[in-house]
C-alpha cells in the first residue's frame, strides 16, 4: 500500500495553494493571544460537549477557523506580491548597499 501511494503522483492547483498556508495556518491558531481568543473566548468547546451533534459542530467550527486563518494567508501572499515580491531582490539590494556604505564610511 505505502509503495503504491509513494509512486502516485497528484496535482491540484487548488490543492496545493490550500496546502501551501497549513504552515500559517498553525502558526496563527499556535500563538497565544489568537489561541485565547479562539478557545476561551469566541468557541469554549467545553459549552459544546453536551449538546447533540456535537462532533459536528466542532467539526465545523474547525473547518471555519482553518477557512478563515487560509483566507488571510491568501491576502499576505497578495500583499506580498503586490509590494516586496515585486521586484525580486530589489530589498536586498537596497539594505546591502546601505551596508556597505556604512561600512566604507568607518
Aim: hydrophobic share 55%; glycine share 2%.
Amino acid at each position: 500500500m505505502f509503495l503504491l501511494f509513494d509512486r502516485a503522483t497528484f496535482h491540484n492547483r487548488t490543492i496545493n495553494r490550500i496546502a501551501q498556508s497549513a504552515f500559517a495556518v498553525y502558526l496563527i491558531t499556535d500563538y497565544a493571544a489568537s489561541e485565547k481568543l479562539l478557545w476561551v473566548r469566541l468557541f469554549n468547546l467545553q459549552d459544546l460537549y453536551q449538546q447533540p451533534l456535537a462532533i459536528l459542530q466542532i467539526l465545523g467550527i474547525l473547518l471555519a477557523i482553518y477557512a478563515a486563518c487560509t483566507l488571510l494567508d491568501f491576502i499576505r501572499q497578495a500583499l506580498f506580491a503586490v509590494t516586496i515580491d515585486r521586484r525580486r531582490g530589489h530589498w536586498f539590494d537596497l539594505l546591502w548597499d546601505r551596508a556597505f556604505e556604512r561600512k566604507t564610511a568607518n
